[in-house]
T-cell receptor, first 115, second 115 residues
């Protein structure tokens, strides 16, 4: 598979526990944020997004929190499962044009789920 | 099933040869993108296109070329001028909602190795 996880920080969690993955973004003007999950050898998969006029958004088993004061984004995964093991990365968009041309991606964090 | 298809999954070329990577989408998305992913790094934008017969350079366009003759297709050519072409290439697409952002949908990538 594709070695996208090389040299990335790793978060190890016990199966069934909750996971919290953090991301510090760089630009206070960014107004749209996305979390992606990437499994080995595959393309990134959209998990959840949030706009800057919100501070929390929930999906199925996932919650994204946005703290604009400290430019911090987090992804919470409830009841982590082995299938959640992957590289997770956040992206911020400054563009506002809908073209995603100003989308900046973080380097990612490897989530490892212990059985 | 709607989605983005990249082919081939693995591609090997000799230095000095041009090579074209295929990307097809049936999501009826207006915008398409090419990213490059290197181990332990964030995605970097090569080229993007918002409409047929038009495209713009991204952050690392040197040594690459694209075309957008059809809405569904956005092939990427890696030319011999690209100094470090070995990488994992990801194609993505998105809709262009008026005044808003929309997440990228990615293909499963092409791993290019140039020796």
């Amino acid at each position: 598979g594709e070695s996208v996880g090389l040299h990335l920080p790793t978060l190890s969690v016990q199966e069934g526990d909750n996971s919290i993955i953090n991301c510090a973004y760089s630009n206070s003007a960014s107004d749209y944020f996305i979390w992606y999950k990437q499994e080995s050898g595959k393309g990134p998969q959209f998990i959840i997004d949030i706009r800057s006029n919100m501070d929390k958004r929930q999906g199925q088993r996932v919650t994204v929190l946005l703290n604009k004061t400290v430019k911090h984004l987090s992804l919470q995964i409830a009841a982590t499962q082995p299938g959640d093991s992957a590289v997770y990365f956040c992206a911020e968009n400054m563009g506002g044009t809908g073209a995603n041309s100003k989308l900046t991606f973080g380097k990612g964090i490897t989530l490892s789920v212990r059985p | 099933d709607g989605g983005i298809t990249q082919s081939p999954k693995y591609l090997f070329r000799k230095e000095g040869q041009n090579v074209t990577l295929s990307c097809e989408q049936n999501l009826n998305h207006d915008a398409m993108y090419w990213y490059r992913q290197d181990p332990g790094q964030g995605l970097r934008l090569i080229y993007y296109s918002q409409i047929v017969n038009d495209f713009q350079k991204g952050d690392i366009a040197e040594g690459y070329s694209v075309s957008r003759e059809k809405k569904e297709s956005f092939p990427l050519t890696v030319t011999s001028a690209q100094k470090n072409p070995t990488a994992f290439y990801l194609c993505a697409s998105s809709s262009l909602p008026p005044g808003g952002d929309s997440p990228l949908h990615f293909g499963n990538g092409t791993r290019l190795t140039v020796t």
